[in-house]
């Protein structure tokens, strides 16, 4: 089908996910907008643990990448049931769950209640919403009714009012207006009104087809790539790989040798700041990979600030997997087999 049928879009995207993407510069501000919330003691952590899954640690993911040159508090997002050892009373634990209702992450909250570690939930109710209130948690109460995945602004921003809060600031106002200016532009150029011959969204999607998409990033926007793994996998209900330079230089390279590579296309996420070491191997990858694989396709990063490069591909990546679900005749609101996981192992 043509991704310029509008009419064709609407019969397949059913519970219109377009107008969300479309809507996501606004989302980011009125997530920024929305009130801090941080620690009673005022102690700056020596340690923050963000507690999340799925699409809601997304956004811890994307903090975490943007402090790794500028804070000196480390940042560890943990994926799963309880908390690692090293969260003491000295740290912080940032439980969030756009749902409320992730029960690793209310495992996580209650293990820090347990501990006496500070925590704060963001979320937008749920079990998490609950026993923030019932305990008298510092939270942050996000709007409802979105998929977590497509709720990365109501989940970034509001992290980051938390970590500032709580002395531990990791972007400057200067870089958050930065990044929404660069998603507003963007939201402009990969809506479904702009033609495919002027919008790389449709067109990476069109070039990815039937294949199997490998995305691959640099020392920050590895984290982006898994953001596109994850995007294909929920959005288009497609397998994905992701994967990060340099360290995919010494193992998955050797996975592109074969004929198999011809079903798979790679996209490489770049930036006009990569160190140099960085920016040579990305372009050896591609030169090695081109003669293999499906295709090769670079998407280069927006702006200056950490934020908006980080940002500026995962709104990509939005457009991008809704495209190819399009393209396979697949509403890429629902998540069926995500949801009967969580009715089988509800109590």
């Known amino acids: 089908m043509s991704l310029d049928d509008v009419r064709a879009i609407e019969r397949i995207d059913r519970h219109d996910t377009r107008a969300i993407l479309a809507d996501f510069p606004l989302q980011c501000r009125r997530g920024r907008a929305l009130p801090a919330a941080a620690p009673p003691s005022g102690e700056r952590p020596r340690l923050i643990v963000i507690a999340g899954m799925g699409g809601s640690a997304s956004g811890g993911d994307m903090v975490a990448a ?53 925590l704060v939930a963001i979320t937008a109710g749920g079990a998490l919403g609950a026993l923030a209130q019932a305990r008298g948690l510092p939270r942050v109460t996000l709007p409802s009714g979105l998929m977590p995945r497509m709720a990365l602004g109501y989940l970034v921003f509001p992290l980051l ?21 660069v998603l507003a532009t963007l939201a ?64 998955e390279i050797e996975a592109w040798g074969g004929p198999a590579a011809r079903e798979r296309y790679v ?41 908006a490069r980080i940002l500026s591909l995962a709104y990509a990546s ?4 809704f495209y190819l679900a399009v393209l396979h005749a697949v509403d890429p609101w629902p998540v069926p087999m995500l949801e009967e996981v969580k009715r089988r192992l509800s109590p």
């Open 267 to 307: 996209v490489l996420l770049r930036e006009e700041s990569d160190p140099p070491e960085i920016a040579r191997r990305f372009a050896l990858v591609r030169e090695m990979l081109a003669p293999t694989a499906g295709g090769v396709t670079e998407m280069w990063t927006r702006g200056d600030g950490r934020l």
């Open 66 to 118: 943007c402090a790794g040159d500028t804070l000196d508090v480390p940042i560890l997002v943990h994926r799963g049931y309880g908390l690692p050892a090293a969260a003491g009373p000295d740290s912080l634990v940032v439980a969030i769950s756009y749902s409320g209702g992730t029960v690793e992450v209310v495992s996580a909250a209650e293990a820090a209640l347990a501990r006496q570690v500070p």
């Open 161 to 181: 009012s938390v970590l500032a809060a709580s002395r531990a600031p990791v972007a400057t106002e200067a870089e958050m207006n930065e990044a929404l200016g």
């Open 318 to 321: 939005l457009w991008v997997s």
């Open 188 to 251: 402009g150029e990969l809506a479904p009104g702009v033609p495919t011959d002027k919008n790389p969204a449709k067109r990476l999607a069109i070039a990815i087809g039937d294949r199997l998409p490998a995305v691959y990033g640099g020392p920050l926007t590895a984290t982006a790539a898994y953001r596109w793994k994850t995007d294909f996998e929920e959005n288009a209900k497609i397998l994905a790989v992701a994967g990060a330079l340099p360290e995919m230089n010494h193992n």
